[in-house]
T-cell receptor
Framework: QQNVQQSPESLIVPEGARTSLNCTFSDSASQYFWWYRQHSGKAPKALMSIFSNGEKEEGRFTIHLNKASLHFSLHIRDSQPSDSALYLC????????????FGAGTQLIVIP | GALVYQYPRRTICKSGTSMRMECQAVGFQATSVAWYRQSPQKTFELIALSTVNSAIKYEQNFTQEKFPISHPNLSFSSMTVLNAYLEDRGLYLCGARDPDNYEQYFGPGTRLTVL
């Protein structure tokens, strides 16, 4: 049974700061890892994904995945007020039919 | 591109009545559709996972008797909230999986208010 936990629950940072969001999972057979972002009043939308150990960078956003530690994280460089949103991590065993297991989310607020 | 539509976007119903919501995937063939509820406190709960040609799997605390789901083809799913009460309030989201990239695309949600 997959258990996905996110930390912290909420985070307030000043504009320009580096922000780190964490996600741990319990199923070592997990193969696909996503971060979703949900702006207030909108649907969650996939932000980034990673499928193998290591690091992946896209613009100001970086994902780190360490499968052995059952942990992945999202880092935001030079945080902007527009980054303020609910961030959800999601994990999947690798089947296109199977369930995506979501964490409860981290609410990020970036103050100008 | 891949899009997911949900309707209605908002609905208000009286306590004890039922309402039906729909989810449509456009631009891809969804192999599975997951229905979620996001409560006013922002808790994100999976209600059920529906896979075409397979039994619908409900999560603990959610039942077919309360949230019957229909998933007749690869682009359409509907869910009904039967006998809605205050605790059923929230944003109901459907997420449709694209088998080509494993990504789950979300619709904008149906916001349910129960009076």
């Amino acid at each position: 049974q997959q258990n996905v936990q996110q930390s912290p629950e909420s985070l307030i940072v000043p504009e320009g700061a580096r922000t780190s969001l964490n996600c741990t999972f319990s199923d070592s057979a997990s193969q696909y890892f996503w971060w979703y972002r949900q702006h207030s009043g909108k649907a969650p939308k996939a932000l980034m994904s990673i499928f193998s150990n290591g690091e992946k960078e896209e613009g100001r956003f970086t994902i780190h995945l360490n499968k052995a530690s059952l942990h992945f994280s999202l880092h935001i460089r030079d945080s902007q007020p527009s980054d303020s949103a609910l961030y959800l991590c999601a994990v999947n065993r690798g089947s296109a039919l199977g369930r995506l297991h979501f964490g409860a989310g981290t609410q990020l607020i970036v103050i100008p | 591109g891949a899009l997911v539509y949900q309707y209605p976007r908002r609905t208000i119903c009286k306590s004890g009545t039922s309402m039906r919501m729909e989810c449509q995937a456009v631009g891809f063939q969804a192999t599975s559709v997951a229905w979620y509820r996001q409560s006013p406190q922002k808790t994100f709960e999976l209600i059920a996972l529906s896979t075409v040609n397979s039994a619908i799997k409900y999560e603990q605390n959610f039942t077919q008797e309360k949230f019957p789901i229909s998933h007749p083809n690869l682009s359409f799913s509907s869910m009904t909230v039967l006998n809605a009460y205050l605790e059923d309030r929230g944003l109901y989201l459907c997420g449709a999986r694209d088998p080509d990239n494993y990504e789950q695309y979300f619709g904008p949600g149906t916001r349910l208010t129960v009076l």
